[in-house]
T-cell receptor, first 117, second 118 residues
């Protein structure tokens, strides 16, 4: 079975540009999570969707960040305008159940490595 | 609230030596516990997971972890390190099956980078 698919794998862009990261969760999973990984702060949960509805966006850094999930098989994370401090690896994860249980853990994509110059 | 502390951001062992990666957690309710591994330029892969009732958990690639409630620990071990084990390892905790609050959240430690020397 295909895992969580993220695109692009790498993105390099200049400050001020709009960046869109994409995620396709595992088919049948109804929970989707966006994380950001940096050396300083480790893995941080940005936003959580359940059945395509944003449940918790308290981790979104500021208004420049937005996320959507128009259907069960696609989600985007957008940064507009981008800044150098947004440089990080962004992961998408999905699970069958919102509760990360031993039998229904979160499955992670390979991430998007974002560099803002 | 939950938290995870991984002691040692970098652990270096020789090939064939014992691997011990430490994880202590804090949780207001009995937690579910996980270890994930991240190879370079890849996402996190589930290594093993804690299921209530079994304090010693076996995972993939010869790793295992022991849940010690009295010590609030979930240390990861492997008897003999292999070069292919070089990666970053993350311990994570969730609220388990308890309802209410942000029980969907998986709280991660900062990670431990494992280096295996030939």
């Amino acid at each position: 079975d295909a895992g969580v698919i993220q695109s692009p794998r790498h993105e390099v862009t200049e400050m001020g540009q709009e960046v869109t990261l994409r995620c396709k969760p595992i088919s049948g999973h109804n929970s989707l999570f966006w994380y950001r990984q940096t050396m300083m702060r480790g893995l941080e949960l940005l936003i959580y969707f359940n059945n395509n509805v944003p449940i918790d966006d308290s981790g979104m850094p500021e208004d420049r960040f937005s996320a959507k999930m128009p259907n069960a098989s696609f989600s985007t994370l957008k940064i507009q305008p981008s800044e150098p401090r947004d440089s990080a690896v962004y992961f998408c994860a999905s699970s069958l159940n919102p509760l990360p249980t031993p039998n229904q853990p979160q499955h992670f994509g390979d991430g998007t490595r974002l560099s803002i110059l | 609230a939950q938290s995870v502390t991984q002691l040692g951001s970098h652990v270096s062992v020789s090939e064939g030596a014992l691997v011990l990666l430490r994880c202590n957690y804090s949780s207001s309710v009995p937690p579910y516990l996980f270890w994930y591994v991240q190879y370079p330029n890849q996402g996190l892969q589930l290594l093993l997971k804690y299921t209530t009732g079994a304090t010693l958990v076996k995972g993939i690639n010869g790793f295992e972890a022991e849940f010690k409630k009295s010590e609030t620990s979930f240390h990861l071990t492997k008897p003999s390190a292999h070069m292919s084990d070089a990666a970053e390892y993350f311990c994570a905790v969730s609220r388990g099956g308890y309802s209410g609050g942000s029980n969907y959240k998986l709280t991660f430690g900062k990670g431990t980078l494992l280096t295996v020397n030939p």
